[in-house]
């Protein structure tokens, strides 16, 4: 089961941005709970979101499936076992 392909140091480096922006949705989400007029912290969340979006998108491209339940596909054969899941790195 360890026998998975070599990832390009790029990996982490795109692993981390999803990582960081996703985090600054899960803040702003907080936020938008306790202030749900504050426009220009929507249109921030909503821009984040899209950003979140390509980057998931991006990533999924470059190394396989990074969500699970559907949210992401996966190509012949099952991709899940080709690269570290997202807690390994």
């Known amino acids: 089961m360890d026998e998975r392909k ?3 140091e ?3 480096t795109d692993l981390k941005a999803i990582q960081a922006i996703d985090f600054t949705l899960v803040e702003l989400t ?3 709970d306790t202030h749900p007029n504050d426009l220009n912290a929507l249109k921030q969340f909503n821009s984040t979101a ?3 979006a390509e980057l998931h998108e991006a990533f999924e ?3 396989g499936p990074l969500r699970q339940f559907g ?3 996966s190509a012949y054969p099952w ?3 080709e690269t570290p899941w997202p807690w390994q790195v």
């Open 61 to 63: 491209r470059r190394y």
């Open 10 to 12: 790029q990996y982490d």
């Open 71 to 73: 949210q992401s596909f």
């Open 79 to 81: 991709q899940w076992i």
């Open 50 to 52: 899209q950003k979140s």
């Open 30 to 32: 907080l936020y938008l």
């Open 6 to 8: 070599p990832m390009p």
